[in-house]
C-alpha cells in the first residue's frame, strides 16, 4: 500500500506561484512514475504533469512552460511548481501512484492507469 498526502495548495493571486507536495509512505516512490491530476468544479479530474522513474517529465498543453514536476527521491516526496497562475488553473490537486513501480521510461496520463490517490489540496488563484 502506498499513502499519499498532498500540501501547498492556497489562494494565490493571478500570475502567482505555488509549490504542492506529494508525500509518500508505505512505499518507495523512487521506482515509481508518478502524476499530477486536479479537478474543478464540474470538471472531470485531469491530467496536469507526469513523471517516470528516469524523470521524463510530461505536462498538459494548459500548463505547459508554467509548472514542474520533480522529485526528491530521499524525501520521497512528488512536487509540483506552478508558476504564472491563472483562474482557470484553480482547482482540487491530486497526486497520484500506479499499482507497481515501474523502472523505465514510461509515465502515465490516465487515471485509470493510477490506484493510490491522495485527498486532494485546494487551489485557488484569485484574478
Known amino acids: 500500500q502506498v499513502q499519499l498526502v498532498e500540501s501547498g495548495g492556497g489562494l494565490v493571486q493571478a500570475g502567482g506561484s505555488l509549490r504542492l507536495s506529494c508525500a509518500a509512505s508505505?512505499?518507495?516512490?523512487?521506482?515509481?512514475?508518478m502524476g499530477w491530476f486536479r479537478q474543478a468544479p464540474g470538471k472531470e479530474r485531469a491530467i496536469v504533469a507526469a513523471?517516470?522513474?528516469?524523470?521524463?517529465?510530461y505536462y498538459s498543453d494548459s500548463v505547459k512552460g508554467r509548472f514542474t514536476i520533480s522529485r526528491d527521491n530521499a524525501k520521497n516526496t512528488v512536487y509540483l511548481q506552478m508558476n504564472s497562475l491563472k483562474p482557470e488553473d484553480a482547482a482540487v490537486y491530486y497526486c497520484?501512484?500506479?499499482?507497481?513501480?515501474?523502472?523505465?521510461?514510461?509515465?502515465?496520463?490516465?487515471?485509470?492507469?493510477?490506484?493510490?490517490w491522495g485527498q486532494g489540496t485546494q487551489v485557488t488563484v484569485s484574478s
Open positions: 508505505g512505499r518507495t516512490l523512487s521506482s515509481y512514475a
Open positions: 497520484a501512484a500506479p499499482p507497481r513501480p515501474y523502472t523505465g521510461n514510461y509515465y502515465y496520463t490516465h487515471s485509470y492507469e493510477y490506484v493510490y
Open positions: 513523471i517516470s522513474w528516469s524523470d521524463i517529465t
